[in-house]
């Protein structure tokens, strides 16, 4: 199971940190993507850390902006999200996947329920 929390209400130019707390699995044997889908819009790919490693890699449209992390010890990832932009706005998504590259939604088996992130101009 994947909890994903820390959205909210930000004005542009804020910063949020999600969290996706991992249970009945290890964030650290996986590759654990975010992604964020906008109303009416498809689900797309953000960002993805790989297990057992810091591997990373970034949606060209975060890259510089946000951040993935994860913290073993309490099996969560993290979205570092700075310089927020209305455009942002979205509901995140976290998930998992076997895969060692995944940046599509169908290599992601296991997902979280989600957390809104808006952003006013």
């Known amino acids: 199971q994947l909890q994903a929390s820390g959205g909210g209400l930000v004005q542009a130019g804020g910063s949020l940190r999600l969290s996706c707390v991992a249970s009945?699995?290890?964030?650290?044997?996986?590759?654990m993507g975010w992604f964020r889908q906008a109303p009416g819009k498809e689900r797309e790919f953000v960002a993805y850390i790989r297990g057992s490693g810091s591997t990373t890699y970034y949606a060209d449209s975060v890259k510089g902006q946000f951040t993935i992390s994860r913290d073993n010890a309490k099996n969560t990832v993290y979205l570092q999200m700075n310089n927020l932009k209305p455009e942002d706005t979205a509901v995140y998504y976290c998930?998992?996947?076997?895969?060692?590259?995944?940046?599509?939604?169908?290599?992601?088996?296991?997902w979280g329920q989600g957390t809104q992130v808006t952003v006013s101009s």
């Open positions: 009945g699995v290890t964030v650290n044997d996986y590759t």
């Open positions: 998930a998992t996947s076997r895969a060692p590259i995944a940046v599509v939604r169908a290599s992601y088996a296991y």
